[in-house]
Structure formats: structure tokens, C-alpha cells
């Protein structure tokens, strides 16, 4: 059991996955910073002054206390990471079509190849040929060696 959690674990795709989450969480970090310190400032601007993330509701007759503007602000984050996340993955995307569509040099062939395929045809040819003459004398009449 040890050895097959330890071939699992140190893979190259285990490695590679946990590189991938340390930076998605990096990448998080900097764009919850940007919708809190840019964007959230923008859109109380626009909006006459209003912070979202400090709207709150308090339910009629408890002390219970709703705070809808961290729930919209939290929206508003997903939305902004899951765009920018969608971009960077377009633009990597555009890189490797850029790529792929770049043509691989033609290999040259040597005269040894060369050769081969001239012979090749010369078969195929000679073959077809053969073909097409049985088949027309199994067409023709016999001929008369007697005359």
C-alpha cells in the first residue's frame, strides 16, 4: 500500500497540479485585491457613493443580521477571476495555435529514397500493366496455330 501511494504521490502530474494551486492561489489573492481596492471604489462611485460589501439587512424582531453586500461583493470577485482566468487561457490558447499552425520543414530526401520511390512506381506500373494484358487475352478468341 506505501508503494503505490508513494509511486502516486510523486508523479510528475502531483507536482505539477500542487505548482498549479499554490499559483491559482496567488493569482486569487491578486485579483480579490483588485476588485476590493479598484473596482469596488468604482462601482460606489458610479453608484452614488454605495459599498457594496457593507450592505446588511437586519431581519424584523431578532438580532440575526444579513449581510447581503459581502455575498454580492464575493459575486462580483468570482465573475472578475473566472474572466480573467477565461483571458489568460485564451491568450495561451492563441500562442499555441500560433504554434501549431507554423509549418514543419519538408524532410529531404536522399537519393537512396529517391531511388526507392522511382522503383516503387516502376512496380505499380509494370503491375497494372500486366493486369490490363490478361485481362484483354482472356477477351480475345484463340488463335489458329494450324493455318
Keep these: 500500500m506505501w508503494k503505490d501511494f508513494k509511486e502516486f504521490a510523486f508523479k510528475g502530474n502531483i507536482f505539477d497540479l500542487a505548482i498549479a494551486v499554490v499559483i491559482g492561489a496567488a493569482f486569487g489573492k491578486i485579483v480579490t485585491?483588485?476588485?476590493?481596492?479598484?473596482?469596488?471604489?468604482?462601482?460606489?462611485?458610479?453608484?452614488?457613493?454605495?459599498?457594496?460589501?457593507?450592505?446588511?439587512?437586519?431581519?424584523?424582531?431578532?438580532?440575526?443580521?444579513?449581510?447581503?453586500?459581502?455575498?454580492?461583493?464575493?459575486?462580483?470577485?468570482f465573475l472578475i477571476i473566472a474572466f480573467s482566468i477565461f483571458m489568460v487561457i485564451r491568450l495561451l490558447a492563441k500562442f499555441k495555435k500560433k504554434e501549431v499552425e507554423q509549418p514543419a520543414e519538408t524532410p529531404s530526401i536522399d537519393a537512396k529514397?529517391?531511388?526507392?520511390k522511382e522503383i516503387r512506381d516502376l512496380l505499380q506500373a509494370q503491375?497494372?500493366?500486366?493486369?490490363?494484358?490478361?485481362?484483354?487475352?482472356?477477351?480475345l478468341p484463340p488463335s489458329d496455330s494450324s493455318e
Design 33 to 77: 485585491s483588485l476588485v476590493e481596492n479598484i473596482i469596488t471604489p468604482l462601482i460606489g462611485l458610479i453608484s452614488g457613493g454605495i459599498d457594496l460589501s457593507k450592505e446588511k439587512a437586519k431581519i424584523p424582531g431578532t438580532e440575526t443580521i444579513i449581510t447581503y453586500g459581502a455575498f454580492i461583493q464575493s459575486i462580483i470577485d
Design 113 to 116: 529514397e529517391e531511388l526507392l
Design 127 to 139: 503491375q497494372s500493366a500486366t493486369i490490363e494484358t490478361t485481362t484483354v487475352d482472356r477477351h
